[in-house]
Nanobody, 123 residues
Framework: QVQLVESGGGLVQAGGSLRLSCAAS????????MGWFRQAPGKEREFVAA????????QYADTVKGRFTISRDNAKNTVYLQMNSLKPEDTAVYYC????????????????WGQGTQVTVSS
């Protein structure tokens, strides 16, 4: 069992930055691939970024590539999402998630989810 708690969301102007954190419970955190997804009002939840259990591999959605960076600290049971050059279209609830096994961008392969944190980017 893994419990995930996101933090770091808020209101920011376009062009600004935010860093999201996701704290995980459980001693097996380092064996899970981790991902960030987001959901805007009226839209499907979509993949944002993922990182392998050891942190050596990362994947990004095309819409955030070059602006967002995912990282993890297994000693702290935490995964991060650094978001730079934010745009109004990045406004959404951001969720972190944990998947057994290899890195994946597929939503249904993630077994555990956090409650989400709101990110609002004003123009």
């Amino acid at each position: 069992q893994v419990q995930l708690v996101e933090s770091g969301g808020g209101l920011v102007q376009a062009g600004g930055s935010l860093r999201l954190s996701c704290a995980a419970s459980g001693r097996t955190f380092s064996t899970y691939a981790m991902g960030w997804f987001r959901q805007a009002p009226g839209k499907e939840r979509e993949f944002v970024a993922a990182i392998s259990w050891g942190g050596s591999r990362r994947q990004y959605a095309d819409t955030v590539k070059g602006r967002f960076t995912i990282s993890r600290d297994n000693a702290k049971n935490t995964v991060y999402l650094q978001m730079n050059s934010l745009k109004p279209e990045d406004t959404a609830v951001y969720y972190c998630a944990a998947a057994r096994g290899d890195i994946t961008i597929v939503r249904h392969e993630y077994e555990y989810w956090g409650q989400g944190t709101q990110v609002t980017v004003s123009s």
